[in-house]
Every structure is written in structure tokens, then in C-alpha cells.
């Protein structure tokens, strides 16, 4: 199969390996991206209600 290839044959091949790797690094920091930003938003939420449990137990400090 591969005998037969000509030159064109083979630039087209190595064409889409490259926006195939392309394709797969966009989609994987982007991925690695969201996660992050969920980690951040679940992080700030739990100090949150950390401050407000606090709040709860000693209302006499924040006043």
C-alpha cells in the first residue's frame, strides 16, 4: 500500500498528523483550563462557607 504513495500522498499524511497534534493540544490545555477554573471556583466556595459557619458559631466577633 504504501509503495504506491507518491509525494503528495505522503505531505497530505504528515499534514494531518500535524493538525491532528495541533487538534489534541488545543483540546487538552483547554480541558486543563476549565478544570483549574472549577478547582478556583470550588476553593472559593468552601472558604465561604467556612467564613459563614464561623460567622454562625461567634456572631459576637463579627460585630
Do not use: C, T
Request: avoid cysteine.
Amino acid at each position: 500500500m504504501f509503495e504506491e504513495w507518491g509525494a503528495m500522498e505522503w505531505f497530505i499524511l504528515v499534514v494531518d498528523v500535524l493538525a491532528l497534534y495541533v487538534v489534541v493540544r488545543f483540546l487538552r490545555n483547554k480541558v486543563k483550563h476549565k478544570l483549574n477554573e472549577v478547582e478556583a471556583r470550588q476553593r472559593h466556595h468552601l472558604i465561604q462557607r467556612r467564613k459563614e459557619a464561623q460567622e454562625k458559631q461567634d456572631p459576637s466577633k463579627n460585630q
